[in-house]
Structure formats: structure tokens, C-alpha cells
């Protein structure tokens, strides 16, 4: 039996870290930590490191950051890994780099596939408005998420919860599920089980646009959107012109604004900044103006003549 394989691990954002600290929790610190390079972000693009690169300095385990996937094959063939786990790495991992474990590629994915297969799993199933979702551990193969399972968990989905702190829960139950699994997938204990085709489903990259809304749709639904795009991309709506974000926003539950255009703003029952959806409406709690600082909503409508009576695209 392997009692310590031999890791490399592959990963870049927050939701990989769970997986990599509970590696080093538990006696199976990695001999190689690969991420993506260092890149410059926000406003004053200070280049960053990435979270990964963070836990592995403080952890004294080298860091690999290739530019490219011609030099993805050198890593294993240098390291001779047992296994590789890789988290939202970030990269595509090239057929002849597949192979060079001796027990493959672990990959922890944030759905319970072939449910959501691609680059946005938790934002969908917020969308959707799933009342569970879960983490799937697959061996990756050339094929975007449609390896065997190795094995799976589900997590409940609840009404505040965002792609932020949904992604939070699934990467700690991914993190627990691997050092559940890894000893025995090492050793070759464990079965794997094929996806099924017929049921795969496919998610689609986020974009910036994505987070427009739109007033047809009913106010259960934008609320959805405001959860599932929490931090990023964020929703946003027109305003003469410019972008309006929304920075925080509720459910108008009782039937006001009933006889307005989607997207015609009034005042909700406590003179709150509302805006009336496809069916039922919501409140702005806090919003942010193109070029400006977030302020609440009420703020927005008393420096905002014009904007009783308005309709927003």
C-alpha cells in the first residue's frame, strides 16, 4: 500500500486553497505547488500573487508558474509524481502531461457531474435556483470534465447564499472529500464509475455583460442573478447612458408598482428606491453609479431628480 504518494498540485484562486491546505494538514504536503503566473489586478494592476502561490511560500513548498503548456511536460517527467490534484487550476492540461502520473490527475469540480460540466457550475445552479448541488472528484482526461468519478458529495443549497460563500462551502467540502479519498485512490482501491453522456449538461464562461439585467424577467429571478454574480461580475442596469450597479438589493414581496412598465422606478412602502420587474419588483438597497463610491439607494434617489419616474434598460 502507498502510505504517502507523492503530490503534485495544480491550482490558482480561493477555491483551490481548502484542497491544498488540508494536503498539508494531513501529512501529504505537496512537492511541487503549480499556478498560474503572477498578473496585474484592479484598478492600479498591482501584480498579485495568486492564493495558492501565497499558502505555498508560507509553506516552503516550490512553486512552478509556466506560461505556457509546452511546459507543462517537464514538471512530472522532473518530479516523477504518484499523483497529481489539481483545483481550478486555470490551464488546459495538454494529452502528453495526462498520463505522466502514475495514478493520473485528480480533479475536484464544484457540481455533481455530468451535471455542469465548464467554467461556471456554481453560478449556474444559483441561476437555476437548484436546491442542492454538491463536488464531484474525477480523473481528468482530455475531455472538459468527463472523466470517471471517483467520488462525489452533495451540499444543500440555501436562500442567502451567494457564488462567494457557495463557492467557499463547496472548495471545504472538496478539501474534506479528497483526504477521504486520496490514500485509497493512491493505492488503487478505488473503482471509478464512467459519466453518463445522456445526462451531461455544460455551463458557459462568465462575462461582464452577463450581469446585465434584465427588467422582463421576474424579481425572483434578478434577485437570483444578483446571488449567483456576487462578487463578480456583479448586476448592473442603465441610467442615462451610464452604468448603475447594483450593490446589494431585496424582493419586494407585497404586489406594489403593479401597474408599471418592467423597469420603471418608484418608491417602495417606506420610500425606498424600487424598480418593478417583468412580475412583482425590487428594492435597491445599495447602489453605485458609474465612476463613483457605493452609496444606498435612498442616497442615489435624492440626488437623482430626474429619476422618479424613470425607466431603467
Given at each position: 500500500?502507498?502510505?504517502?504518494?507523492?503530490?503534485?498540485?495544480?491550482?490558482t484562486p480561493e477555491?483551490?486553497?481548502?484542497?491544498?491546505?488540508?494536503?498539508?494538514?494531513?501529512?501529504?504536503?505537496?512537492?511541487?505547488?503549480?499556478?498560474?503566473?503572477?498578473?496585474?489586478?484592479?484598478?492600479?494592476?498591482?501584480?498579485?500573487?495568486?492564493?495558492?502561490?501565497?499558502?505555498?511560500?508560507?509553506?516552503?513548498?516550490?512553486?512552478?508558474?509556466?506560461?505556457?503548456?509546452?511546459?507543462?511536460?517537464?514538471?512530472?517527467?522532473?518530479?516523477?509524481?504518484?499523483?497529481?490534484?489539481?483545483?481550478?487550476?486555470?490551464?488546459?492540461?495538454?494529452?502528453?502531461?495526462?498520463?505522466?502520473p502514475a495514478c493520473?490527475f485528480l480533479n475536484?469540480?464544484?457540481?455533481?457531474?455530468?451535471?455542469?460540466?465548464?467554467?461556471?457550475?456554481?453560478?449556474?445552479?444559483?441561476?437555476?435556483?437548484?436546491?442542492?448541488?454538491?463536488?464531484?472528484?474525477?480523473?481528468?482526461?482530455?475531455?472538459?470534465?468527463?472523466?470517471?468519478?471517483?467520488?462525489?458529495?452533495?451540499?444543500?443549497?440555501?436562500?442567502?447564499?451567494?457564488?462567494?460563500?457557495?463557492?467557499?462551502?463547496?472548495?471545504?467540502?472538496?478539501?474534506?472529500?479528497?483526504?477521504?479519498?486520496?490514500?485509497?485512490?493512491?493505492?488503487?482501491?478505488?473503482?471509478?464509475?464512467?459519466?453518463?453522456?445522456?445526462?451531461?449538461?455544460?455551463?458557459?464562461?462568465?462575462?461582464?455583460?452577463?450581469?446585465?439585467?434584465?427588467?422582463?424577467?421576474?424579481?425572483?429571478?434578478?434577485?437570483?442573478?444578483?446571488?449567483?454574480?456576487?462578487?463578480?461580475?456583479?448586476?448592473?442596469?442603465?441610467?442615462?447612458?451610464?452604468?448603475?450597479?447594483?450593490?446589494?438589493?431585496?424582493?419586494?414581496?407585497?404586489?406594489?408598482?403593479?401597474?408599471?412598465?418592467?423597469?420603471?422606478?418608484?418608491?417602495?412602502?417606506?420610500?425606498?428606491?424600487?424598480?418593478?420587474?417583468?412580475?412583482?419588483?425590487?428594492?435597491?438597497?445599495?447602489?453605485?453609479?458609474?465612476?463613483?463610491?457605493?452609496?444606498?439607494?435612498?442616497?442615489?434617489?435624492?440626488?437623482?431628480?430626474?429619476?422618479?419616474?424613470?425607466?431603467?434598460?
Amino acid at each position: 500500500m502507498l502510505q504517502k504518494p507523492k503530490i503534485i498540485f495544480w491550482g490558482t484562486p480561493e477555491f483551490a486553497v481548502p484542497a491544498l491546505q488540508a494536503l498539508i494538514d494531513n501529512d501529504l504536503k505537496p512537492v511541487l505547488v503549480v499556478t498560474q503566473p503572477d498578473k496585474p489586478i484592479g484598478r492600479k494592476q498591482e501584480v498579485i500573487p495568486s492564493p495558492i502561490k501565497k499558502i505555498a511560500s508560507e509553506n516552503n513548498i516550490p512553486i512552478f508558474q509556466p506560461l505556457h503548456q509546452k511546459d507543462l511536460p517537464e514538471i512530472c517527467r522532473k518530479y516523477q509524481p504518484d499523483v497529481c490534484v489539481l483545483a481550478a487550476f486555470g490551464l488546459i492540461i495538454p494529452k502528453n502531461v495526462l498520463n505522466k502520473p502514475a495514478c493520473g490527475f485528480l480533479n475536484i469540480h464544484p457540481s455533481l457531474l455530468p451535471k455542469y460540466r465548464g467554467s461556471s457550475p456554481i453560478q449556474t445552479a444559483l441561476l437555476n435556483n437548484d436546491k442542492e448541488t454538491g463536488v464531484s472528484l474525477i480523473q481528468l482526461t482530455n475531455k472538459v470534465d468527463a472523466g470517471p468519478i471517483i467520488a462525489q458529495k452533495t451540499l444543500a443549497i440555501t436562500n442567502l447564499d451567494n457564488a462567494q460563500t457557495l463557492s467557499k462551502r463547496l472548495a471545504e467540502l472538496g478539501a474534506d472529500l479528497l483526504i477521504e479519498i486520496l490514500p485509497d485512490f493512491a493505492a488503487g482501491k478505488i473503482v471509478s464509475r464512467v459519466q453518463d453522456e445522456s445526462r451531461a449538461t455544460y455551463t458557459k464562461k462568465i462575462s461582464r455583460e452577463d450581469g446585465r439585467i434584465n427588467w422582463q424577467k421576474e424579481a425572483g429571478q434578478i434577485e437570483r442573478q444578483f446571488r449567483a454574480f456576487y462578487p463578480w461580475p456583479g448586476i448592473f442596469t442603465l441610467f442615462n447612458g451610464k452604468r448603475l450597479k447594483i450593490a446589494n438589493l431585496s424582493v419586494l414581496e407585497d404586489d406594489f408598482g403593479a401597474e408599471l412598465a418592467p423597469g420603471a422606478v418608484f418608491l417602495g412602502p417606506e420610500g425606498e428606491l424600487a424598480v418593478k420587474a417583468g412580475s412583482g419588483a425590487v428594492i435597491l438597497n445599495s447602489v453605485q453609479p458609474e465612476g463613483k463610491k457605493e452609496m444606498p439607494g435612498n442616497d442615489f434617489l435624492r440626488g437623482q431628480k430626474e429619476l422618479a419616474g424613470a425607466v431603467f434598460s
